[in-house]
């Protein structure tokens, strides 16, 4: 049988801090969606919802199983075909900026072949850290609420999980190269580089990436342009999402989930709306100069979520085809930054890896 549980019911989550949860069932997990909702108290935002949520990580005892940021978070379940739900992010008073957060640990919901077996650990606990000062528009209070899918273990025979984890950020400095030792115990799925800021697209961030095995033994990405890398990757289909506001009369930055290729358009909501100027700046961010005290809602289409790039290994269903580590001694990255980062941005590095029961 598959059902959803709820692992927290929705409780308050105003002081920041770090909660965890005890995961206690014996059925199959093949995923957890946890969703943080901020009460906004203005109308000027802070910054992407998605900030509200600083890591979420699920531990067995002292190994970390699965650990990412609410940003890394979001941007892989879109490589992933998992887009969060709701795709509307607010930034008017007195309403919620509501953001969600998908773990899969299988190909798709409900796989068989691959979920967390809880019998395999020993003290599974779901670790979120979060301060709802962070996302939003100057929320003043927060709520937090914890879902699992399960599945009876007589309803599958998992032989592992996919485990997703950052394993380097650093400081991006202009056209530094920063070499970065990645880990070979387990299969790769998919690697993701992302770096978000402010008027800057992906490639202004960080500019070319070498993937190499064993000293340069086997090249698989040749120290290829970020901007080649874009085109020629399959992206899939645009991130789409909504954004809601209320004008002041003045420019005011809207925060966004794409970085390339964003296209917007506004559009009334519920009010008389008779002027608005978007300026496109990149980066996750949009000046919008509307109508004082009228609501609107702009369109948002583009790539990149929170300045991710995915570099997939073979085909995303069939493990057979991911990134074999066992026989390698070593695999780096050399990443090159752009000519002119933003002023003390970082560059995440996360990896999506079979993690096998043996």
């Not at 990645?182 to 070498?210: C, G």
């Not at 064993?214 to 899939?236: E, R």
């Amino acid at each position: 049988m598959r059902r959803i549980v709820e692992l927290l019911a929705e409780e308050a989550a105003s002081t920041a801090g770090t909660k965890v949860i005890d995961i206690n069932t014996s059925d199959l997990l093949s995923g957890i969606l946890v969703q943080f909702k901020g009460r906004n108290t203005d109308t000027t935002p802070t910054d992407h919802p998605a900030a509200m949520v600083s890591k979420i990580e699920l531990v067995d005892g002292s190994e970390v199983l699965y650990s990412l940021s609410g940003k890394e978070i979001q941007a892989l379940n879109y490589y992933e075909g998992a887009l969060t739900e709701p795709l509307a992010y607010c930034y008017i008073n007195d309403v919620d900026a509501v953001a969600i957060f998908r773990l899969n640990f299988g190909r798709h919901l409900w796989d068989k072949a691959l979920a967390v077996n809880p019998a395999r650990h020993v003290n599974l606990q779901l670790k979120i850290t979060h301060n709802k000062a962070a996302g939003g528009a100057a929320p003043d209070a927060g709520l937090l609420s914890v879902f699992a899918m399960v599945m009876d273990v007589t309803d599958a025979s998992p032989t592992g999980f996919l485990m997703a984890k950052e394993v380097q950020s650093y400081a991006l400095v202009s056209s530094a190269h920063e070499y970065v030792s990645l880990p070979v115990d387990y299969a790769y799925r998919r690697l993701m580089i992302l770096s978000r800021f402010a008027d800057k697209q992906p490639w202004e961030q960080y500019n070319r990436i070498k993937l190499s095995v064993d000293n340069d033994k086997q090249v698989l990405i040749n120290n290829m342009k970020t901007s080649d890398l874009l085109k020629v990757l399959a992206m899939g289909a645009p991130y789409t999402e909504a954004i809601m506001g209320n004008g002041s009369g003045s420019a005011i930055v809207n925060f966004v989930t794409p970085c390339y290729g964003t296209y917007i358009s506004v559009s009334s909501l519920a009010s008389a709306l008779a002027s608005v100027l978007v300026l496109q700046s990149y980066g996750g961010s949009v000046s919008i100069t509307s109508d004082n005290d009228e609501y609107f809602q702009a369109l948002v289409r583009g790539m990149a979520p929170h300045g991710a790039i995915e570099l997939p290994f073979g085909v995303a269903s069939d493990p057979a085809t991911w990134l074999d580590t066992s026989k390698m001694a070593s695999l780096k990255a050399d990443i090159t930054a752009g000519a002119s980062v933003g002023s003390s941005s970082t560059c995440e590095i996360v990896v999506q890896q079979l993690r096998t029961y043996k």
